[in-house]
């Protein structure tokens, strides 16, 4: 039998996919938590008494970083009021499927739970989007959209604060496309783990250090309930060949992922490169480094039927917006600044009884050295 490399009293069950050490479970939980809190630490996240809420879509990454936050604000007594916000962005067999996972997340992490939609904030569902657009470039419509979303539903929570679950993985994937672009404004930002617009919203990443393999791993032992379908409409190319260039990297040497990190950490722009300045969009009030912010952009050209505005180059677009602008248009974006913080409102789910709620049985990550029981065996 082997013994954990770390506690030497129990038996390795696993490989940490960051360290390759053989460890126990117990000492797995302690290593994979303790790291994040001192990310939170070492990079004073939070403040005492901070209401935040938590992106949760109901895949393993937000289900993990809901049941993490959750421990360690009261093993560590952050003193944090926590919330789950999610944004439903009209997918359907993917995100309403998803949803149902985050409403039993609520029930078995007891938090309040708030749900904004894109057919609400906007008139435009992704199901709707797509039919319009089609496959390609969809992915631009619903990032735009989902990063105002969850800014509007955090002003509608009353919360100044969101975490999101995007892990090393997802932060080095980003460091690699904006070179591979020589997107040098994102270059320099993509590894902040702390971001803050106009809007006044923090928004902050406490698993910026944190492997995808072992969030996997975490969820597996310990039996999250989590949603794990790719969304339908996500042919994200790019993403994926800067995906599967990190695992090939990962797989011959494990620290690839946070070394790219810190690499991307180490960039210093230039003080004679231009960068954009940041404004508010003339529409809506949200943040914009143009007069227009990008969702009005986007969502002028589906309510004009011209669904190709705001895609492609900045010239372009901004040639296009000037074109559109010689034509009175309807408002279509709630103000910013006029969202009502409804904290209290009858839509925030609200917890009950958790010895009520289903678990689904786990799937097993790769990495695991002897499953627990062979029945797992079957995913
Ligand atoms: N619909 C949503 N509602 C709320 N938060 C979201 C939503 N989609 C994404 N997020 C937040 O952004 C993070 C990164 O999202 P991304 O689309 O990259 O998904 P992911 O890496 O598969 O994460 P997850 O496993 O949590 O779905 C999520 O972990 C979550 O915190």
Not at 37 to 59: M, N, P, Q, W, Y
Not at 152 to 166: K, S
Not at 343 to 361: F, G, H, L, M, W
Request: hydrophobic content about 35%; overall charge neutral.
């Amino acid at each position: 039998m082997k013994l954990c490399i770390l506690c030497a009293k129990q038996r390795a069950v696993l490989k940490r996919p960051k360290t390759g050490q053989q460890i126990c479970q117990a000492c797995f939980y302690h290593v994979f938590e303790t790291e994040i809190h001192h990310t939170i630490v070492d990079a004073k996240l939070f403040r005492r008494g901070e209401r935040v809420a938590i992106g949760a879509s109901g895949g393993k990454d937000s289900t993990v970083l809901a049941h993490v936050m959750k421990q360690l604000n009261e093993q560590y007594d952050y003193g944090l009021d926590l919330f789950l916000l999610s944004v439903d962005e009209g997918i359907t067999g993917y995100r309403d499927d998803s949803l149902e996972t985050v409403k039993r997340n609520q029930q078995q992490y007891e938090l309040p739970l708030k749900i904004v939609s894109y057919g609400d904030l906007y008139g435009w569902t992704m199901d709707d989007i797509v039919r319009e657009v089609g496959l390609k470039n969809n992915c631009t419509y619903c990032g735009v959209f989902r990063r105002q979303a969850l800014d509007r539903g955090a002003v509608m929570l009353g919360v100044d604060h969101i975490v999101t679950g995007h892990n090393a993985d997802d932060i080095a994937e980003t460091v690699l496309m904006n070179i591979f672009r020589g997107d040098i404004a994102r270059l320099g930002r993509c590894t902040e783990i702390v971001t803050q617009g106009e809007s006044s919203i923090r928004r902050s990443k406490p698993f910026k250090y944190t492997y995808e393999k072992e969030i996997v791993m975490y969820a597996y032992f310990k039996k999250l309930d989590y949603f794990s379908t790719e969304c339908i409409y996500s042919p994200n190319a790019y993403r994926g060949y800067a995906r599967t260039f990190l695992k090939d990297l990962e797989s011959v040497r494990p620290s690839a992922i946070v070394d790219i990190i810190h690499s991307g950490e180490a960039f210093e722009i230039k003080s004679t490169v231009k960068m954009p300045s940041q404004k508010t969009c003339e529409r809506c009030g949200y943040m914009s480094s143009n007069d227009t912010c990008k969702a009005c952009v986007l969502l002028e050209g589906l309510n004009r039927g011209l669904p190709q505005l705001g895609i492609g180059k900045e010239s372009r677009v901004r040639k296009q917006i000037a074109e559109s602008e010689q034509k009175e248009l309807p408002t279509v974006v709630q103000h910013f600044s006029q969202i009502q913080r409804d904290a209290d409102a009858p839509d925030i789910i609200q917890p009950r009884d958790p010895s009520t709620v289903y678990t689904p049985p786990p799937r097993m990550p790769t990495g695991v050295l002897d499953p627990p029981t062979k029945k797992t065996l079957d995913w």
